[in-house]
């Protein structure tokens, strides 16, 4: 379950990066119809990033692998989709790269770092 | 009430490409959020065990997924945002006032979702693991 929990995280932010990637370059053609399936594909990717996030947080604290960084990502993807659904398609390329850089920072030990700095229980 | 739930979202969502489709997409994400975070509660309050096994997790993403989907289909899908708007005010005729209300409102309610979702997972997680 370690691996299934670890790769759905990893899949929610690459679909969360990736959507709105590719959302924010078909906006950017004149095509209204390109826009439109852009329009879905977010949509589509945005839900399942989102359930995914809460699905991982749930299997953490089931597991009793939770800590901050769990809420952190909670945190950074209800914003991350808050902006996009708030402000537009304006908020898109910046909610990619944010997501994106928190994706790999978090990946990379920041997950680590937050719970070692902020953590409620102690790191395994 | 979701009528006019639905309305006090659009009104907030800045307008352009997908609007109606954003204010649902926030609407059901605050639903889903809220309803998360109801079972959590529920669980500690009547002490009952979390399954931990795949099925649990499909139906628990299942919901998840149905929710922000039946929203869609609901609201947009069905062309009901439009009589909502007729029944109410065209949100481009809302007073300065009111409007910031209903910002107000709606992002609180979308914030809570997910700050409800924090603490009631917390409060889950002490009662399963305690530290």
Redesign the interface.
Known sequence: ?DTWSTAAGVVAGAFESGSAIGTAQS?RSISFST?KTG?KVT?GL???G???S??V???E????Q?NTH??VD??VT?LG??A???????ALPAVAVIGLGYGIWSAAGGSDWIDSNWG???PK | MFDKLYYIFHSSVKSGFGHAERASFLLSASVLFYSYSLYFVLVVLTKSRVFNTTAFYILFGAFGVGIIYGASKYFVGTGRYRRIIDKYESPRLLIKGKRFLYRFISFGLFLGAFVAFIASGITLAKYLNPW
């Not at chain 1, 996009?84 to 304006?90: K, P």
């Open positions: 379950m906006l826009a329009l949509k945005g839900t399942v989102l359930v995914l809460g699905l947080a749930t299997h604290v089931v597991t009793g939770d769990t809420w909670v945190g209800a989709i808050g996009v659904a708030v402000i537009g398609t304006a409620y229980r102690k």
